[in-house]
C-alpha cells in the first residue's frame, strides 16, 4: 500500500556531494516519519538520518551531522539527503523508509517500509 522509490546514487569523488531523492505513495498514509538508512553487504542496516512529520525534526548519525542535511517537500511527499564532504566509507546502498508518523525519533530500524535503495560509491 506504500511504496518508496530513491534515486540520485551515483560515483562521486572524496569531498564530492549527492542528493538522493524518495518518493513515497500510497492509499493508507498520506504522510509519514521518514529516514535514510544504509547498509553495506553482509552487515547490518545503519541509521543515518530521520526527519520527522510533525515539525520537520531530524535526527542524524554522529558519522554524517555536519556533512548530511535531511529535507522533505510534503507537497511532493518527497524525502531528500543531501550529502556533502562525502568520504570513501560513505560508500554503501543507501535505502528510503517510513513509518507512521510519531512524537518520538528514532535511530532504530522501525520504520515500516522501505525502498529497494540507490548505490552510493566514494572513490578516487
Known amino acids: 500500500q506504500v511504496q518508496l522509490v530513491e534515486s540520485g546514487g551515483g560515483l562521486v569523488q572524496p569531498g564530492g556531494s549527492l542528493r538522493l531523492s524518495c518518493t513515497a505513495s500510497?492509499?493508507?498514509?498520506?504522510?509519514?516519519?521518514m529516514g535514510w538508512f544504509r547498509q553495506a553487504p553482509g552487515k547490518e542496516r545503519e541509521f543515518v538520518a530521520a526527519i520527522s512529520w510533525i515539525a520537520s525534526r531530524t535526527l542524524y548519525a554522529d558519522s554524517v551531522k555536519g556533512r548530511f542535511t535531511i529535507s522533505r517537500d510534503n507537497t511532493k511527499n518527497t524525502l531528500y539527503l543531501k550529502m556533502y564532504s562525502l568520504k570513501p566509507e560513505d560508500t554503501t546502498v543507501y535505502f528510503c523508509?517510513?513509518?507512521?508518523?510519531?512524537?518520538?525519533?528514532?535511530?532504530?530500524?522501525?520504520?515500516?517500509?522501505w525502498g529497494q535503495g540507490t548505490q552510493v560509491t566514494v572513490s578516487s
Open positions: 500510497g492509499r493508507t498514509f498520506s504522510s509519514y516519519d
Open positions: 523508509e517510513a513509518r507512521t508518523p510519531s512524537a518520538t525519533m528514532t535511530m532504530r530500524d522501525e520504520y515500516d517500509y
